[in-house]
């Protein structure tokens, strides 16, 4: 891909704008105050920060929070993620209401961008007011390039130079590696609850991959297409038929469980059995030990895995059991490894081996259509 790195750039008495990723959990705490549950995204911008600071720039950091809508909310403030990057830095943190720049060698961080409408309509004028801050744009706001917001792609117009971070970067490597040039045998492992949800990425990555193993409630929909009883499994009937068109295309690429934990009703530590044949009256929960060590057996063979999306309610065990094989079987794998959302991160922590996997997406979204093969506005501002 043809795009600057930040590695390219002369930062020394620059103002750097870096569009980062600082949309973190927050929860009120016992004083009524807002406070952050999880600093990971702060964490994952420290080095593209850090870089441009040690290389002389005065540094103005932008972020969105939350769903805002336009318009200012008090619980959706950056003010206390200012105060944990400058914890992080070690360095004051000027945090900016009214949109003022850094003077040199100072880190400022703007208040949440979605407080105006003009963000996400990519409004020029606003775009152009905060192309205003800087002489040099670096977009390190991974989880956001599929967006054409005005701090993502809009003001990318107006300055003189932009490039990637160094999180960005890694992310851009790592699945433009997975996606058009992958070690094979290369295997991709979806899950989640709706076919729907993934039909452009099964499309693409089915010319792509050597095998396609599904998992997740979007099995039940395939399996349903092939005429085999779901029982009161989750199937969405209205894509019955997209599934059979899929099916028929990818062949014996398209791999399905074999077996299944199935229940009477889906609570934590519900009764539950292990089935070939789902009864009309039981639920599918998640994959069986049959799957299970058939998905291993393909797995291991792997020069390249691409996993997104969990094998059952993973949320609520012992329905996890299949997610978590398949996280230890891919750690095992020695293959390269490229997952990508929140469930499927969530299991390969759970599972002790987030170590031994090559690249955790930090942005769901924008990694499920870089997958489908996808634009990302982001991304195609900074070739242009």
């Known amino acids: 891909m043809s795009y600057l790195s930040v590695h390219d750039l002369e930062f020394k008495g620059k103002r750097v704008f870096i569009r980062v990723d600082f949309n973190v959990p927050l929860q009120k705490n016992d004083k009524g105050d807002m406070e952050i549950t999880s600093d990971k995204r702060i964490k994952a911008s420290l080095p593209t920060i850090q870089y441009a600071l040690e290389h002389g720039a005065g540094v103005v950091l932008a972020s969105h929070l939350g769903r805002p809508k336009g318009k200012p909310n008090p619980e959706m403030s950056l003010r206390p993620v200012a105060q944990r990057l400058q914890e992080l830095l070690g360095r004051p943190v000027r945090f900016s209401p009214d949109f003022s720049g850094p003077a040199p060698g100072e880190v400022v961080l703007l208040e949440n961008l979605r407080f105006h409408a003009e ?36 003001m ?31 295997v991709a492992i979806l899950g989640g609850a709706k076919v729907s949800d993934k039909i ?27 005429g085999q009883p779901t029982g009161k499994s989750l199937v969405e009937d209205d894509k019955v038929e997209l599934a059979k068109k899929l099916l028929g295309a990818l062949g014996d690429k398209l791999v399905l469980p074999v077996d ?55 949320e609520k065990p012992p329905f996890d059991a299949g997610t978590v094989a398949l996280a230890k079987a891919v750690a095992a794998s020695g293959a390269t490894s490229v997952v990508g959302g929140g469930d499927s991160e969530k299991a390969i922590k759970a599972a002790g081996v987030a170590g031994k996997i090559t690249h955790v997406s930090t942005g769901g979204g924008a990694s499920l259509e870089f997958l489908a093969g996808l634009e990302l506005p982001g991304v195609v501002a900074l070739e242009r």
């Open 119 to 154: 963000e996400e309509k990519n409004d020029p004028e606003f775009a152009r007011k905060l192309a205003a801050l800087c002489d040099v744009y670096v977009n390190d706001a991974f989880g956001s390039a599929h967006r054409a917001h005005a701090s993502t792609e809009g």
């Open 156 to 186: 990318v117009r107006f300055v003189p130079q932009a490039a990637a971070g160094l999180l960005m970067e890694q992310e851009l490597k790592y699945l433009g590696m997975a996606t058009r040039n992958p070690a094979r045998p290369c």
């Open 200 to 226: 452009e990425v099964i499309e693409n990555l089915g010319k792509i991959v050597d095998r396609l193993l599904i998992g997740g409630a979007m099995a039940y929909t395939f399996l349903k297409a092939q």
């Open 260 to 314: 299944h934990v199935v229940v009477a009703e889906i609570a934590a530590g519900a009764a539950n059995e292990v089935v070939e044949t789902i009864p009309a009256d039981r639920i599918g929960v998640d994959i069986g030990p049959k799957t299970i060590e058939h998905y291993r057996h393909v797995i291991a063979a792997a020069k390249t895995v691409i996993w997104n999306g969990p094998m059952g309610i993973f």
